[in-house]
């Protein structure tokens, strides 16, 4: 069969080329530049640069396709998945490119549609077994993946055979979130929110692809397509044991069932055994315990990145500064009280009578940031400066914020003193933050899960 592919260079989709040109069908697969074009035609398809959001353009390059696959994404990097706009591409996708491909597919005389959606929306069903008719517990960043299964469901009305694969999250070695997982896995960290005894479904990239070939078979309807799901603690211990550390430290359930993103810290056993059934399909990593250690073998020694000197300069400064007045506070606390900052200024005796518990509660509080600062200091991997300097960032805003609104016990001089030196102590780690982000390691790929 002559077979279009949408979203060919994506990780999904250049899986779904791959499997589909072993098993004998003639492939296009949309391609966004040369370097994409090359990738399709090395694995024996044929490129075409379609711009998906252009309705005559989609309808001249599917004319004579027997079937299309809608395979296309632009999933958000994680650590930007709660900013707004984030989803705005990867909606525009499901809502105006699906209808473009149906219409396109149905002006062809295409016999079948595929499109991609994903089978965690269901809502929290603890431990009860999920399948196909389950009604969705849509979130709003999820609603336009509604639309793009009307529109399967519409190639269907007028005809055609069209097929939903709802997907559980995928993994791979080259998908950026799993980078983010394997990262975070090796500095003892679960990326997964929930509770530990909640299922989410997954599914190892490479079994997407032989399910989109496998749905060349199946009848008109939706599918569940994922691995046998298990519990997060199953899948965290199996991440756990493939980088080789003994265990994961968890955020607690409480937090993240808050926020946009509190859909995934749902319990969603979902099965795929309606899929299974209709073509015969089955995953070649049936769970975590497969898949884990066969991503992370194919990914290599990847060292955590490491911020730069100007970002280990900053948390020098931090640290000292903290270690200082930890010390001092804990172990002279009147002292502290009485002459800080020194050179003769009262900054804190100005603003109230002595009390030694909090005075010295200040110090602890600074001598355990300055730790936490000098083992990002020492470490230097972005995760742990982030956190570092996340930490201190926590501290430093709303003491900043108080001396702000308080300015009234000080002299001109202090006043301006005390503006400039807390104003410091809020800049230098919000810079450490966006340092941190911006360093990336040489095998990490933000253009990975990005497709046409």
């Given amino acids: 069969m002559k077979v279009f592919v949408a979203g060919a260079t994506g990780v999904l989709g250049k899986r779904a080329v791959r499997e589909l040109v072993a098993a004998g069908h003639d492939v296009t697969g949309v391609a966004r530049n040369d370097e994409k074009a090359q990738l399709l035609r090395a694995m024996g398809a044929t490129p075409a640069k379609v711009d998906l959001f252009d309705p005559a353009a989609v309808k001249g390059a599917v004319v004579g ?3 299309v696959c809608n395979l296309a994404t632009h999933i958000p990097p994680t650590a930007k998945m709660v900013l707004p706009g984030a989803w705005d591409e990867n909606n525009r996708l499901r809502s ?89 896995a090796r500095n003892h960290v679960a990326p997964m929110g929930g509770s530990k005894d909640g299922y989410m479904p997954m599914i190892h990239l490479d079994d997407t692809g032989t399910a989109v070939v496998a749905a060349l078979g199946a009848p008109a309807g939706v599918y569940n397509v994922t691995d046998e799901t298990t ?28 926020g946009p993103l509190s859909y995934i810290a749902r319990s969603e056993r979902v099965s795929n055994r309606r899929f299974k059934e209709a073509t015969g399909w089955a995953p070649r990593y049936p769970t975590a315990n497969e898949g884990w250690p066969a991503v992370v ?4 020694v990847d060292p955590a990145p490491k911020v730069g000197l100007l970002a280990r300069l900053g948390l020098l400064v931090l640290a000292l500064t903290t270690l200082e007045l930890g010390i001092w506070a804990t172990v002279a606390p009147q002292s502290f009280f009485n002459s800080f900052p020194g050179g003769g200024r009262h900054w804190v005796a100005t603003d109230g009578p002595f009390n030694e518990h909090l005075v010295r509660d200040f110090g602890g509080l600074n001598l355990a940031l300055g730790l936490l600062l000098v083992v990002a200091l020492v470490v230097g991997t972005r995760l742990l400066v982030t956190t570092a300097a996340g930490a201190y960032l926590l501290f430093a805003l709303p003491h900043f914020l108080y001396h702000l609104f308080n300015l009234q016990v000080f002299d001109s001089s202090d006043k ?25 390691s040489a095998s990490s790929s933000r253009a990975s899960l990005v497709s046409p």
Wanted: with cysteine; net charge negative.
């Fill in 65 to 67: 396709h027997d079937v």
């Fill in 96 to 184: 105006e490119a699906s209808r473009n491909l149906v219409d396109a597919a149905l002006a062809a005389g295409a016999k079948r549609y595929i499109q991609e959606a994903v089978c965690f929306l269901y809502g929290d069903h603890g431990d009860e077994w999920i399948d196909e008719d389950t009604p969705l517990d849509m979130p709003k960043i999820g609603r336009s993946m509604v639309e793009a299964e009307n529109q399967a469901q519409r190639f269907t009305g007028a005809g055609g055979v069209g097929i939903v694969l709802r997907f559980g999250g995928f993994y791979g070695p080259d998908a950026m979130q799993t980078h983010d997982f394997v990262r975070m």
């Fill in 231 to 258: 519990t997060r603690r199953f899948q965290m211990d199996a991440l756990a044991r493939a980088v080789g550390v003994n265990r994961l430290v968890a955020a607690p359930e409480a937090v993240t069932k808050v």
């Fill in 297 to 300: 073998a194919q990914m290599g």
């Fill in 416 to 440: 301006v003193a005390n503006v400039f030196t807390l104003g410091l102590s809020v800049v230098i780690p919000i810079a450490l933050i966006v340092a941190a982000q911006r360093t990336r």
